[in-house]
């Protein structure tokens, strides 16, 4: 994989991580953080310029699914988990 491409292929990584970070329900959040990550260790071994071509395509295609996914989730009131509860300080 020629350099650029490498560089592009760990932008949309990052990208994609980052506003997966955004979903204000922890189970989507961790859903979707662990599909990124998988998806892409998956196929790191992967050369022929064509599947990459292929494999960046439906990257973007899910990173604009995250982005809408996250404004919709933004619009309604969530209930945190008791996973994400902020622990009480004693004073």
């Known amino acids: 994989m020629a350099a650029s491409s490498r ?4 932008s949309l990584y990052r990208l994609l991580l980052k506003e997966s970070k955004k979903f204000p329900s922890y189970n989507y ?3 979707a953080l662990r599909r990124v990550r998988d ?7 992967v050369e022929d310029p064509k599947v990459v071509e292929e494999l960046l395509n439906r990257s973007r295609d899910s990173l604009a699914l995250i982005q809408r996914q ?3 989730g933004k619009m309604f ?3 945190k988990t008791v996973v994400e ?7």
């Open 7 to 10: 560089e592009h292929v760990l």
């Open 29 to 31: 959040r961790t859903y």
């Open 39 to 45: 998806a892409f260790r998956e196929n790191r071994t």
């Open 70 to 72: 996250v404004c919709i």
């Open 77 to 79: 009131e969530i209930q």
């Open 85 to 91: 509860q902020e622990e009480k300080k004693s004073d």
